[in-house]
């Protein structure tokens, strides 16, 4: 199995985990690798892939990473709006991607913002959203704006105001956590400095499935 590199141990086996636990940790690092083998399940067993680093580091501390990854269920679960808005959901989270510089991040969604309906030149331009006027519809160019105000911590009360009237209070908070669940996971794989061959430079039916 291909293993990201990073400044720290990541936690991708049960087995790695590099201290001794009590029982209480024990129970929680059984926990968190029973949830991710019923929630990414793999032919090799009970793993932690490399496409999901940042779980695997978080759990260096299991219950938090546990916490963190059921999180990113509740955000993305059913009658929210990041499930009912897959296009937009992955356009926000490669604008954060972008804001924050996350290589690692940024690579790990490719694919699943192509199957979301976002196309390579969506992604690509988004550092140049405000002139890429041929690229994205004006709903797009909202929630990019809105993005980067999030993540910026300087949201307009008329940004704000337009989001909620294009989706409703709810979803603008709905929406508003997933910007700030995927800022979490950038920041943690910038700080502990994570990278991995997603295999973009090979042919598609070559690339590793990690």
Not at 72 to 87: E, I, N, P, Q, Y
Not at 164 to 176: L, N, R
Request: some cysteine.
């Amino acid at each position: 199995m291909k293993l990201p590199t990073s400044r720290i141990n990541g936690v991708y086996w049960e087995s790695d985990y590099p201290y001794e636990p009590d029982d209480a940790t024990a129970a929680e690092l059984t926990e968190l690798f029973d949830y991710v083998a019923q929630s990414y399940p793999e032919p090799e067993g009970r793993y932690i892939s490399g496409g999901h680093a940042g779980i695997a580091q978080l759990a260096q501390n299991p219950r938090i990473a546990l916490s963190a990854l059921k999180l990113v269920h509740a955000v993305l679960g059913d009658r929210t709006w990041a499930k009912s808005h897959f296009d937009l959901r992955e356009l926000i989270v490669q604008t954060v991607n972008v804001h924050f510089r996350s290589q690692y991040c940024f690579q790990a969604h490719m694919e699943v913002a192509r199957l979301s309906g976002l196309t390579d030149e969506q992604q690509a331009m988004l550092p140049f959203w405000e002139t890429a006027e041929h690229v994205y519809t004006e709903e797009h160019k909202l929630i990019i704006e809105y993005t980067l105000a999030v993540c910026k911590g300087q949201v307009p009360d008329a940004l704000f105001a337009r989001v909620v009237d294009c989706y409703g209070e709810k979803e603008a908070i709905e929406c508003t956590a997933v910007i700030a669940t995927w800022a979490f996971w950038a920041m943690i794989l910038n700080a502990t400095g994570t990278s991995f061959d997603f295999g973009f430079d090979k042919p598609v039916d070559e690339r590793s499935q990690a």
